[in-house]
């Protein structure tokens, strides 16, 4: 029965992955054509970047965007390779660090052994990106990282709006890793197709925990803490309601208002979700400011868009 069950759950994983890379590449072309497609308030903060002379640089092709994601592919890697392996992008490949520093606070996570593949397979798929990236638009160096436990307890406490006790530890189990993981890939889901395959499996994953009491904070299931924490990365992006939990409370959340299960978080007609680099660095840094560091890259990120931001400071 067991067996079974965990076929299911890759074969479900599978189709999931497939669904999201199709609508994370058809999202930013029907996002176009209809109105209300994960759109952005009418706020000059959440437009996408358009060549113009004045106070933001001209992106005059996607070579500073790619070069941009290596921000965050440079902390997903570590991340999942680190909770997986205990070991990181250096073991691996060390001419693709450029001779940034390690990450730190980054250490193998007590998990069960599916969740072990899974993440090993996300940190060797971030790991070709990086390599990919690199290989076609040139990169900067990695940048530096913070990984460590108290990092993402300030996060979740900042999330749940009280102070936890005891405080969050990503690493302790796998449900705590799966909401910090929960955390990171949804960032640039409408960026990048994979990244929304690598979100669908971490909220399938958690969705299938979700009215589980997370332990040791009685009161608070699996489904809270998504709810809370994707309501801290609208606040820390300040351009509405890009991000949804696992479980809505009302169904006419839901797809087609008919559902109370959010495995595919979307927006109106279920198309994906849209974020500006300005918006991601506002998450990564934990900030609500694009040039203020902090968070996951204490001293900011690394590339032309991203220095560009401080520039204007």
């Known amino acids: 029965m067991a067996r079974a069950r965990d076929t299911i759950v890759l074969l479900a994983i599978t189709l999931l992955r497939l669904l999201a890379l199709t609508a994370a590449t058809m ?33 005059p092709s996607d070579m500073e965007q790619l070069q941009f994601l290596l921000n965050a592919k440079f902390v997903e890697a570590e991340w999942f390779l680190h909770a997986a392996l205990g070991r990181g992008v250096d073991f691996l490949d060390h001419t693709l660090s450029g001779g940034g520093p390690r990450p730190a606070g980054a250490k193998k996570a007590d998990l069960d052994f599916r969740t072990t593949e899974i993440a090993a397979e996300l940190g060797y798929q971030e790991l070709g990106h990086i390599r990919a990236i690199k290989q076609y638009v040139g990169g900067f160096p990695r940048p530096a990282i913070d990984l460590s436990a108290d990092r993402f307890a300030m996060i979740m406490d900042d999330a749940m709006g009280v102070r936890l006790d005891p405080p969050f530890d990503p690493y302790a189990n796998t449900v705590n890793f799966l909401l910090a993981s929960y955390v990171l890939p949804h960032l640039q889901a409408s960026i990048l197709a994979v990244e929304a395959g690598q979100d669908a499996v971490i909220r399938l994953l958690l969705y299938q925990r979700a009215d589980e009491v997370v332990a040791p904070y009685h009161g608070y299931t699996v489904a809270d803490f998504t709810r809370r924490i994707s309501d801290w990365r609208n606040r820390m992006s300040g351009c509405g309601a890009k991000d949804e939990g696992v479980k809505v409370l009302d169904r006419q959340q839901g797809a087609e208002r008919r559902t109370i299960s959010n495995i595919l978080g979307a927006g109106e007609d279920s198309l994906g979700f849209q974020r500006t680099p300005a918006e991601v660095l506002r998450i990564l840094y934990g900030s609500r400011n694009e040039q203020i560091p902090g968070g996951f890259l204490p001293r900011g990120a690394n590339g032309t868009i991203a220095r560009g931001f401080f520039q204007l400071a």
Not at 27 to 53: E, K, M, Q
Request: proline letters at 18%; aromatic letters at 4%; one cysteine or more.
């Open 27 to 59: 999202a930013p072309l029907l996002a176009t054509l209809v109105p209300g497609g994960g759109a952005a308030p009418d706020d000059a903060r959440c437009r996408p970047a358009t060549p113009r002379r004045g106070a933001l640089p001209v992106y």
